[in-house]
Structures are given as C-alpha cells and as structure tokens.
C-alpha cells in the first residue's frame, strides 16, 4: 500500500531535549516536505526536499533540522524544542503537479 | 496580501445543497493547483487537482481562472460526510525551486 510512515504519533517532551521524527514513504517520491499546523494558521511549510541530499528552507524553518541521506526517509529534527513547537506536524510526499500524500500527524507537546 | 486566501465560514449548508468556495492567490506565475479535504485532526488528502478547462469527479466540480487568479470548488448535492475543511493548494517551480502554500481553509458544515 502506498504510503507515507510518520512516527511518533504523540509525543510530549520537555523544552531542551533533542527529539527526532521520522517520516518514510514508499512510492519512490523524489520530493518530500514538513509542515506544521497551527489554529488558525492553517499548514506552514518548514522544510522540504526536492531530491536526496538537496533540501530548503520552507516559511518556518527557524528550530527545525532535516536531514535527506536516502530517498525514502525525510527525519525532522528539533535540536532544542520550545514550547512554541508544540503543534500538529505532517509529513508529505509527491510528484509535482500530481499533488502530494500526507502522513497521519505527530502531535507534539513541549513543556 | 496573503499568498493563498480563503474565506474560513463556516459554511453550514442542509443535505442537498450545492454550494462554493473560492481560493485567491497573489503569485500569477502559479503552476499547479489542488484542493485537499482534511477532517479534523487527520491528515489532509488530496480530493482533486485544478485544471484551466475545469474538471469534474463526481459531484465535485474545480475551476481555475488565471486572469483573476483564483481557483473554485463546487459541490453538489451535499452529503452529510462532505463535513469537513476544504484546503486549496497552490504550487509554485522555479528554477529547480519548489513553494507550495495552502491556504487556511474553509470549514463546511452539512446539516441534516
């Protein structure tokens, strides 16, 4: 089944302490992106890949680190979490024009 | 001016209804257009792209107007599992450099 894997779903953390969530996808997807997504704010994008080893800089990128080593994983990285990270995060992957597929959401909550 | 403009409604239609939203967007060199569908707390999914000569699937039906520099989504005959938030999706490429905005969304309501 085609498919894009984040993981954790949840996950609650205190301010300061390095966390990592991974995201995968199996349909051989060149590009990939994060977003966060906040009340009334709608999605924001952080970071994105347009292929391995080639990432940039999306609308909100300042505490967040992306890594693009294979083609099917895109981590994203939070080196020193702050409570104004806590939002809901998707992962996606696509092919351009043919629109992108979503990961289920992790719900971070940093205290 | 925002990038992606859409009127959040609610919009709260009765079963049957037809109704419409629109998505503005300030960049006229925009590529590709979508619109998603996400229900609350899930993942956004992609209910259809939006091309020049309009396009249907269904009871939904996308347009795209460049001159005015917005796109639209009708749905007919409203179902109660039509409830949700519509997302419009505008895709910029330049130079090897992808932007894609969304905009906030528009909540729908289908009444019973």
């Known amino acids: 089944e085609a498919q894009v894997t984040q993981n954790p779903r949840y996950l609650i953390t205190v301010t300061g302490k390095k966390l990592t969530v991974t995201c995968s996808q199996n349909?051989?997807?060149?590009?990939m992106s994060w977003y966060r997504q906040d009340p009334g704010l709608g999605l924001r994008q952080i970071y994105y890949?347009?292929?391995?080893?080639?990432?940039d800089k999306g609308d909100v990128p300042e505490g967040y680190k992306v890594s693009r080593k294979e083609k099917r994983n895109f981590p994203l990285i939070l080196e020193s979490p702050s409570p104004n990270q806590t939002s809901l995060y998707f992962c996606?992957?696509?092919?351009?024009?043919?629109?992108?597929?979503f990961g289920s959401g992790t719900r971070l909550t940093v205290v | 001016r925002k990038e992606v403009e859409q009127d959040p409604g609610p919009f709260n239609v009765p079963e049957g209804a037809t109704v419409a939203f629109n998505c503005t967007y300030s960049?006229?060199?925009?590529?590709?257009f979508f619109w998603y569908r996400q229900d609350c707390r899930k993942e956004p999914k992609l209910l259809m792209s939006v091309y020049s000569s309009g396009n249907e699937d269904g009871r939904f039906t996308a347009q795209l107007n460049r001159a005015s520099q917005y796109i639209s989504l009708l749905i007919r005959d409203s179902k109660l599992s039509d409830s949700a938030t519509y997302l419009c999706v505008v895709n910029d490429f330049s130079g090897g450099y992808q932007k894609v905005t969304f905009g906030t969304g528009t909540k729908l309501q289908v009444i019973p």
């Open positions: 890949s347009m292929n391995v080893e080639v990432t």
């Open positions: 960049n006229s060199a925009s590529q590709s």
């Open positions: 349909m051989n997807h060149e590009y």
């Open positions: 996606a992957s696509g092919r351009g024009g043919l629109g992108y597929t």
